[in-house]
């Protein structure tokens, strides 16, 4: 499919992007984003955005509530998943490199390991934070070669990277539910705090909240991603035999 598809859908206009095996299925009560059969030697992605072309338009205060769930043919999908906002940080999309910036529901299969936060795990089914273009981390860039040359021990690595945590405004938790089944997601974002709730219950409430603007962006994709503290980075595509999907469902902004 090709990606200068549209499709509007709850009310929104949404840019298509499905290279590879991706692709986007209309039902009546839900939309399915899926890959079929993906190749580790190639980038298989279903992915509804609405930054492309027009740039990022949302920012803080906002709500977003959806209901979801996500799926695999051999149980958990391979490569990473989620919904959300963002900033388009590689400029695939809108065309401009910049820091990451985000607060979403974020899906990542092993080998990912994002550990930015040393209370959660690096992969899983997370509801995470992060803004890279904050001032602090800025601050702290010239001491970089130092810091990952310390971190590489680790009763050093406990001590300094609670620094570095709160210096990316990143901060994630492990979601205790089944992903396969339906649930009702909530994100609700202010200038100085995110709040994320699954089925009612608040799951992550922290003043780590990125600076707007931010796009919207669904997806399911391939890849991996290798982020971690001792300053290992990164990423790669996976193989995805059979179907994998994301389900999306009464999808709201207000």
């Known amino acids: 499919m090709e990606q200068s598809k549209r499709r509007r859908r709850w009310g929104l206009d949404w ?11 209309e039902h009546d009560e839900y939309l399915r984003l899926a890959t ?58 809108t065309r401009r490199l910049a820091l990451p910036r985000a607060l979403w529901f974020f899906y990542a299969s092993p080998p990912s390991n994002l550990a930015l936060d040393g209370l959660a795990p690096g992969a899983g089914w997370l509801a995470m934070t992060i803004d890279a273009s904050r001032r602090p981390l800025l601050a702290l860039l010239p001491l970089t070669p130092l810091a990952l040359a310390l971190m590489q ?44 709730w699954v089925d009612g219950a608040l799951v992550l409430d922290t003043p780590f909240a990125p600076r707007g603007p931010l796009g919207l962006v669904l997806w399911i994709d391939n890849q991996y991603a290798v982020v971690t503290p001792r300053g290992a ?22």
Not at 15 to 25: D, L, Q, S, T, Y
Not at 238 to 246: D, F, T, V
Request: hydrophobic content about 45%.
């Open 153 to 196: 021990h680790p009763w050093l690595r406990r001590a300094l990277w609670p620094i570095g945590q709160w210096a990316l405004g990143a901060r994630q938790v492990a979601l205790r539910i089944n992903p396969g089944d339906w649930h009702a997601y909530r994100i609700e974002w202010q200038s100085r705090r995110a709040r994320f």
């Open 36 to 93: 079929a059969d993906a190749s580790g030697a190639a980038y298989s992605d279903a992915q509804l955005d609405d930054y492309a072309g027009t740039g990022l338009r949302w920012r803080p205060p906002m709500t977003m509530e959806f209901r979801a769930r996500l799926g695999a043919a051999a149980g958990l999908p391979r490569g990473t998943a989620g919904f959300g906002l963002w900033n388009d940080p590689g400029g695939s999309r």
């Open 233 to 254: 980075l990164r990423g790669g595509l996976l193989a995805a035999p059979g179907e994998q999907w994301l389900d999306i469902a009464e999808l709201e902004i207000g």
């Open 15 to 25: 840019a298509v992007w499905a290279p590879g095996a991706g692709r986007i299925e």
